[in-house]
């Protein structure tokens, strides 16, 4: 996959009715709803596009994203990594009413005058990746259950998962 930076906006008559594949990278940094969701906005995001027009004569735009964040573990707000890999595939439709003839099946995104904003698009997908909770996958709650201490006190060593913690993240 390409490493170039992908064009923020596209005009679609064209790579449609061309076939046209396009790749290209996104920064974290250039979408701004999706950082303020994460506890990062360093990294990229690698898409690709491919422009068709189907049967029915709709010029169509299928998407592939992979994204590696970092979001925040609702039980010790600490960073957390999500590897975000998602494809969606939408109706190119001009405006509100357009979208509104679309079957219900698919999915219309207004490109209006044929104008595609793809940062857009691929920010809307990535944001519907995240997770509503998030928790790291090992026991990261060292002070969640603190009411259970004394039930494990003649083991308890308090450093041992602090220790645990920091090998893995
Ligand atoms: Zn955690």
Do not use: W
Request: proline content about 5%; hydrophobic content about 40%.
């Amino acid at each position: 996959m390409s490493d170039q930076c992908l064009p923020s906006t596209v005009v679609t008559q064209q790579l449609a009715s061309r076939n046209a594949e396009l790749s290209g990278t996104i920064a974290v940094s250039k979408l701004p709803r999706l950082a303020a969701a994460l506890t990062s906005s360093e990294g990229e995001a690698s898409v690709q596009l491919r422009f068709a027009i189907d049967d029915q004569g709709r010029r169509r735009v299928a998407a592939e994203v992979s994204c590696d964040v970092q979001i925040l573990c609702q039980r010790c707000l600490q960073p957390m990594p999500l590897a975000i890999d998602s494809k969606v595939e939408a109706v190119l439709v001009a405006h509100d009413e357009a979208a509104q003839q679309v079957p219900r099946e698919l999915d219309p995104i207004i490109a209006e005058e044929g104008i595609l904003n793809t940062y857009q698009f691929i920010e809307d997908e990535l944001l519907l990746c995240l997770p509503f909770t998030s928790f790291h996958e090992y026991n990261c709650g060292i002070n969640a259950g603190s009411g259970e201490q004394s039930q494990q006190s003649e083991t308890h060593k308090p450093f041992a998962d602090l220790a645990d913690i920091m090998n893995k993240s």
